[in-house]
């Protein structure tokens, strides 16, 4: 029980950096990126490569990849946003956008690495188990969570403590107000959309340690779960991502000791139960209609 | 509004005759079933998102359901098929009924809902603890039912009345009040339209469909496991076919299966992740340059759609 609980807030640190930049994404562009999964799985293949090919360590190539894919996230940001965001239903035109591209990268990746599925096998953070509590955990899980755990403050000091964050801030609390009053915000947005894809390729470094190995049909279940968390937790706030990770997490080990066969059944039902019973989050804006 | 319904009945023949004659022009019968199953899920997506605005990633969750709620009939109960076929669309109606709160909410949300309580029934039929009911992952097998002739010939049928019902939907009040709250429930609701109950009628229409139609393709494939008729890349398919031909049309989403389930079969079988690839880029254009719809091609020049 009680091991159950500290590998759920592990995993819960974890998750809560998967969420995170999708939660980003959707705060300032109100649009739901459903390739986000698929940057996960890019940051996944990056270090599993890397690892191959120059037996680098999985965390520089977890800095790597989160610099690449956040280039390139500003990049894809120019091109695909500004056009659809002009058009009559922007939000659902969005997800059909991020769909195809969602498909454009898993072929991609069939292409380049296979359907197999590729990890890191050896023991790159040590072999000792890290002793928590007097219970021994596989340290992966502890680096995992600690790094999820810083990342999550960087982003916190991003967003409430540069003059960019707060202009991010102030986008995510209303688009056309935030214009008005002078704030650029397709370059906010830009910024904020490639640290979310950077988020999720740092996610995703980890991967192959946290969810047992990479495939590159791992997209669209991911993004679901992320979209599970940061619903769970509240839009537009890195704490209640964390808060929404922690819960996710902590259900996710339990279920795993208690009912196995039925916790892939988990994201699913806590996302349909919150989005029925209290789809605003711990704290959030409106969403419901009629 | 005569001529209109020799249009509309014209339409329906067309149609019919088409998937009537087609086998004797073109052998590969189960790609045309295929093409039948999804015109109709498309035009069951069209209903849905063309006339609500609702986008149902999850809409796979009914044809699943319609497709397991058939087979079981037929083999726990040994229904006759074309009553197992009814059963399974009740079943999916029954579904829907379940489901329905997720109408209330809006845009994204509803989509990713809806994807996330297909996910859950698919893992919930396909459960290896559920295996005495629904035979858990090792899927289905319906040998001693199998008539691909006849099981082609009700699809035809499924297939006519789906159209009909469209273009009644197209014409009627019913069809002008889902328009009027997709574009603006409040006003919709001042003007004396019941949009939530409105709303739950269009979502069973398109969830009875799906469900026949499910029950239809389990029919006429006989052996299945549940991810074949649980697969996500359904309900894109039919959502991707709708969009490129224009939704809201009747022979938008009709025009948009014929041509890419076509392109499908010419490169998709042989090598999946490169139709996976043009077809991922081809929804990435069509959204950046054509968001309406081939449809709306027509559309600009003043040219009427039907």
Redesign the interface.
């Known amino acids: 029980m009680l091991y159950a609980l500290i590998a759920g807030v592990l995993f819960g640190l974890y998750y809560a950096l998967i969420g995170l930049g999708l939660n980003l994404t959707f705060g300032v562009l109100r649009?739901?990126n459903l390739a986000h999964g698929d940057f996960v799985m890019i940051g996944g293949f990056a270090a599993v490569t890397a690892f191959s090919a120059w037996h680098l360590h999985p965390l520089w190539s977890l800095v790597l990849a989160a610099v690449l894919i956040f280039a390139v996230g500003i990049g894809l940001y120019y091109v695909?946003v500004p056009?659809?965001a002009t058009?009559?239903?922007p939000?659902?035109?969005s997800?059909?956008?991020f769909?195809?591209?969602?498909?454009?990268?898993?072929?991609?990746a069939?292409?380049q690495f296979g359907n197999n599925t590729q990890s890191i096998y050896e023991p790159v953070f040590g072999k000792a188990p890290i002793n928590i509590l007097g219970q021994p955990f596989p340290a992966v899980w502890v680096v995992s969570g600690l790094v999820s755990l810083l990342a999550l403050l960087l982003v916190y000091l991003y967003l409430y403590r540069t003059r960019i964050g707060y202009s991010t801030r102030a986008v995510m609390a209303s688009r056309e107000e935030a214009e008005v009053s002078g704030i650029s915000v397709h370059k906010v947005s830009a910024i904020a959309f490639a640290i979310g894809l950077g988020l999720a390729a740092a996610a995703g470094a980890l991967a192959p340690f946290m969810l047992g190995g990479i495939t590159p049909d791992l997209g669209?279940g991911l993004t679901?779960t992320a979209?599970?968390v940061i619903?769970l937790g509240s839009l537009g706030n890195p704490l209640g991502t964390v808060a929404g990770g922690l819960i996710y997490g902590i259900a996710l080990m339990l279920m795993q000791t208690y009912l196995p066969?039925?916790s892939?059944?988990l994201?699913?039902?806590l996302?349909?139960l919150v989005?029925?019973i209290k789809?605003s989050g711990l704290f959030g804006r409106q969403?419901?209609?009629? | 509004m005569l001529r209109r319904r020799w249009v509309d009945a014209l339409v329906v023949v067309v149609v019919v005759v088409a998937f009537v004659l087609a086998p004797q022009a073109y052998s590969n019968e189960t790609l045309l079933f295929q093409m039948m199953v999804y015109i109709a899920l498309s035009q069951g997506v069209n209903i849905l998102y063309g006339f609500t605005g609702y986008l149902p990633f999850g809409y796979v969750g009914f044809f699943g359901i319609g497709a397991y709620g058939a087979s079981l009939l037929m083999l726990h109960l040994s229904w006759p098929p074309i009553l197992a076929l009814l059963g399974g669309g009740a079943i999916a109606v029954l579904l829907g009924l379940l489901l329905s709160p997720l109408l209330r909410l809006s845009g994204a949300y509803f989509a990713i809902a809806s994807l996330a309580a297909s996910q859950a029934v698919y893992l919930i039929v396909s459960n290896p603890s559920l295996q005495n009911v629904t035979y858990g992952p090792y899927g289905i097998q319906l040998v001693s039912q199998f008539n691909p002739t006849l099981s082609y010939y009700v699809m035809v049928a499924i297939l006519a009345l789906t159209v009909a019902v469209v273009l009644y939907i197209r014409r009627s009040r019913f069809g002008t009040a889902l328009q009027a709250m997709r574009d603006d429930p409040v006003s919709a609701a001042m003007a004396g339209v019941p949009v939530v109950r409105q709303r739950t009628f269009a979502w069973m229409i398109s969830a009875a469909i799906a469900g026949v139609v499910g029950g239809a393709f389990a029919w006429q494939t006989s052996v299945f496991y549940p991810d074949a008729v649980f697969s996500l890349s359904i309900s894109i398919f039919a959502i991707v076919f709708t969009l490129f031909g224009g939704a809201g049309t009747l022979l938008g989403p009709l025009f948009g299966t014929v041509v890419l389930y076509g392109m499908y079969n010419t490169i998709g079988i042989s090598d999946p992740q490169y139709f996976q690839l043009i077809y991922g880029l081809l929804i990435i254009l069509l959204v950046l340059f054509l968001p309406d719809g081939a449809a709306s091609l027509l559309k600009r020049r003043g040219t009427h759609v039907l």
């Open positions: 649009m739901v695909l056009r659809i058009t009559k239903d939000e659902m035109i997800l059909v956008l769909f195809g591209l969602s498909q454009v990268i898993e072929a991609l069939v292409m669209v679901v979209f599970a619903v066969s039925w892939a059944l994201p699913y039902l996302l349909l989005l029925l789809p969403v419901r209609s009629a």
